[in-house]
């Protein structure tokens, strides 16, 4: 099946220092990507939406300069925290939507990052 | 706007009991029905999906039904194992280039 890397599984940096999470889709190309941040014991809130190519769509509330997406390529996707804050500490996770044939829409999760800010 | 909402867990239950957790919707237009699981400390998998009304989703034992008359997309499992404790959330959406709309997560934990 589809698979999708997400890469730093964990991270501690110190605050003030930005950290960069990558999401990689393996097997298949993705022209949109999705990253989400949660909360211990709750669901998935979407920060923002990375298309290939062009500037991502952030949702209302998510700072664009504080949380930086690049999408330079179909199988590549970045999230930058800058300046991190102990209040960015969360897990990240990223989602890649699969075209091919029979998966079409179908979105697949990378294994999230734990980002913990000291 | 489109929303899902989950029972609330945490569910406890004792191994090889039957297993269902409530999904209802409320969308405009058909949207694709899916539930993904979450183990401790990772990420979502996709646990099966229907894309349209009277479809029936099912892998690894689990089963729902997208029912279009009551808005719903229950999972059910006729006999939990103790590997099936995780997090359980159903989400709609697929549509091309929107992101999933979740629900707030079912906790499960099955015991010996």
């Known amino acids: 099946g589809a698979v999708v890397s997400q890469h730093p599984s964990r991270v501690i940096c110190k605050s003030g220092t930005s950290v960069k999470i990558e999401c990689r889709s393996l097997?298949?190309?993705?022209?949109?990507m999705f990253w989400y941040r949660q909360f211990p014991k709750q669901s998935l809130m979407l920060m923002a939406t990375s298309n290939e190519g062009s500037k991502a769509t952030y949702e209302q509330g998510v700072e664009k300069d504080k949380f930086l997406i690049n999408h330079a390529s179909l199988t590549l996707s970045t999230l930058t925290v800058t300046s991190a804050h102990p209040e960015d500490s969360s897990f990240y996770i990223c989602?890649?939507?699969?075209?091919?044939?029979?998966?079409?829409?179908?979105?697949?999760f990378g294994a999230g990052t734990r980002l913990s800010v000291l | 706007g489109d929303s899902v909402t989950q029972m609330e867990g945490p569910v406890t239950l004792s191994e090889e009991a039957f297993l269902t957790i409530n999904c209802t919707y409320t969308?405009?237009?058909?949207?694709?029905l899916f539930w993904y699981v979450q183990y401790p400390g990772e990420g979502l998998q996709l646990l099966l999906k229907a894309t349209k009304a009277d479809d029936k989703g099912s892998n690894k034992g689990f089963e729902a039904t997208y029912r279009k008359e009551t808005t719903s997309f229950h999972l059910e499992k006729g006999s939990v194992q103790v590997s099936d404790s995780a997090v359980y959330f159903c989400?709609?959406?697929?549509?091309?280039?929107?992101?999933?709309?979740f629900g707030k997560g079912t906790s499960l934990l099955v015991t010996p």
């Open positions: 097997d298949f190309q993705a022209t949109t």
């Open positions: 969308a405009t237009g058909y949207p694709s």
């Open positions: 989400a709609l959406g697929g549509s091309s280039g929107y992101a999933l709309n």
């Open positions: 989602s890649a939507e699969s075209q091919g044939a029979g998966t079409k829409n179908i979105q697949y």
